[in-house]
């Protein structure tokens, strides 16, 4: 659900996260069984193995200072503390592992941010 822009139903996303994982983590199923679920959450695969890129999506280009911080926090303890910004306003990670997507998702939303795709939240 959306509201005043910004997604709601992150810790369905985390819930639902978690639970794919932890199939791939016992062999249950594939990385590819929950590859359509980070990609519109906002997680991408990297060539290098085991490593993740999360894109973090920037509302109308605007952050507060507060969630600078959060951003920047996030690089820093998930990430090499590199941000990308692209040329749709949003921020990119690189170098993230997935047990640490949840946490990552969680405190971006609650930062008025989301990872979510924009296709999939209008």
Same mark, same amino acid.
Do not use: C, E, P, T
């Given at each position: 659900m959306i509201k005043n822009g910004i997604y709601r139903d992150y !810790? +369905? @996303?985390i819930e639902e996260f978690n639970r794919l994982y932890a199939e791939y !983590?016992? $062999?249950e199923a594939f990385e590819s069984d929950f590859k359509n679920f980070r990609l519109t959450n906002g /997680? =991408? $695969?990297q060539r290098q193995k085991d490593f993740h890129m999360v894109r973090i999506k920037i509302p109308a280009g605007v952050l507060t200072p507060a969630q600078i911080y959060t951003v920047a926090d996030i690089g @820093?303890? =998930?990430?090499n $503390?590199?941000?990308h910004i692209t040329t749709r306003q949003d #921020?990119?990670?690189h170098w993230i592992k997935l047990e640490n997507v949840p946490e #990552? /998702? +969680?405190t971006v939303n609650e930062a008025g941010l989301t990872t979510k @795709? @924009?296709?999939v939240t209008h």
């Open positions: !810790l +369905k @996303d !983590l016992r $062999g /997680i =991408y $695969g @820093d303890r =998930y990430s $503390g590199v941000a #921020i990119q990670f #990552i /998702i +969680k @795709d @924009d296709m």
